[in-house]
């Protein structure tokens, strides 16, 4: 692949659902390449455009650049995208090689994995740490998939272990992938896919992304990365009310949607024993996607609140989800920081959640 449609590949494929003019799309391929002369980018788009790969649609006087999906070959040129930043990437990371070779013989015997993608990954490195996004086949039995997916979290904890580097995983069957990119909400995953290099079976990973376009669903992946500690009182006060939890006194605002998983994450990182609280009665009202609730509590350092929330929720409330996770949390050994049961029941009665 040469060296301008690889980044005009690149930057497309990191900003699904924008409408980027060529002077937009110039600009962002300097912003992450380094460089970018518009009239070479010019001339490889129209180059594209005759072989189908992409479409140039006039909106006023700007043409906008989109995938072409409906082109069978796309998949295949997209794939080898995926294994040149994954080349570029690993050059010279010896020490990387031999964690992601172990990573493979020991998941192998696992047919669950569809393929597994690295996140953020130069920044994340610099951190010595690795964050990995699993995509995985839908299973027919529950009982199943919840052992597959311990066992890939127990696999990696030893690894870990063993090469003193923080990893921290997000797994996700393709229902669960499909819904969290179909969604209105700012969730991880549309975060993620911005900057992501697929390290395991890329093809599968696009066939995946194909498939729900070829549904009509409009994939938008999100730039920045949120912060839960950031998210603001407005948003804050307008999501809870959205999970049936209206704070006396608070004044209601329109605020951004956020995912219910990082709204849980923000009230655990402001250690406000009050909104804490509020976690319990909106996990009784609303499910919260258990994988994602494990990768963002494990990620800032949540997990043994979160655990010691679910145990006095499960007591009170049993539901399938919150079983789910908790059993997840208790494979990879956390240890719970008890919370007020009493407190929480008390709550969970006044908001018609017990």
């Not at 063993?162 to 797994?171: A, T």
């Not at 992304?209 to 999100?222: A, L, Q, S, V, Y």
């Not at 240890?335 to 007020?340: F, G, L, T």
Request: hydrophobic content about 40%; glycine content about 4%.
């Amino acid at each position: 692949m040469n060296t301008m449609t690889f980044r005009i590949l690149d930057t497309i494929s990191a900003g699904l659902g924008e409408s980027f003019s060529i002077n937009q799309l110039t600009a962002k391929i300097k912003e992450r390449h380094g460089t970018g002369h518009y009239a070479n980018i010019y001339k490889k788009l129209h180059d594209l455009k005759k072989q189908q790969l992409l479409d140039l649609n006039k909106i006023g006087k700007s043409s906008i650049v989109r995938l072409n999906f409906r082109n069978y070959l796309l998949v295949d040129l997209l794939t080898e995208m995926e294994i040149e930043k994954k080349l570029e990437f690993l050059q010279g990371k010896t020490a990387l090689q031999i964690l992601l070779g172990e990573m493979y013989r020991c998941l192998s015997n696992l047919y669950c994995i569809k393929s597994i993608c690295s996140t953020n990954p130069e920044k994340n490195m610099k951190l010595n740490r690795l964050e990995l996004l699993f995509l995985l086949k839908n299973s027919r039995e529950e009982s199943l998939a919840q052992d597959e997916i311990t066992e890939i979290l127990t696999e990696l904890q030893e690894l870990q272990n063993k090469h003193n580097m923080r990893i921290d995983c997000l797994l996700l069957e393709e229902y669960e992938f499909s819904d969290l990119l179909e969604s209105n909400e700012i969730n991880p995953l549309k975060e993620i896919l911005s900057d992501k290099t697929v390290f395991f079976c890329p093809q599968a990973f696009w066939d995946e992304i194909k498939e729900i376009t070829d549904k009509g669903i409009e994939i938008r992946t999100k730039e920045r990365e949120t912060k839960p500690a950031e998210i603001t009182e407005t948003d804050l006060i307008y999501n809870l009310a959205r999970f049936g939890y209206k704070e006396f006194g608070s004044r209601i605002r329109q605020g951004q949607e956020f995912c219910i998983e990082y709204i849980i994450t923000a009230l655990l990182m402001r250690d406000d024993a009050r909104r804490i609280e509020a976690i319990p009665i909106i996990l009784a009202k609303h499910d919260a996607n258990s994988s994602l609730l494990l990768f963002l509590t494990r990620k800032y350092g949540l997990s043994e609140r979160l655990l010691g929330l679910l145990r006095i929720l499960e007591k009170i409330k049993s539901k399938e989800e919150i079983k789910k996770t908790i059993r997840l949390l208790e494979a990879l050994n956390v240890e719970e920081i008890r919370a007020d049961e009493e407190s929480i029941r008390q709550n969970m009665r006044l908001y018609d959640a017990a």
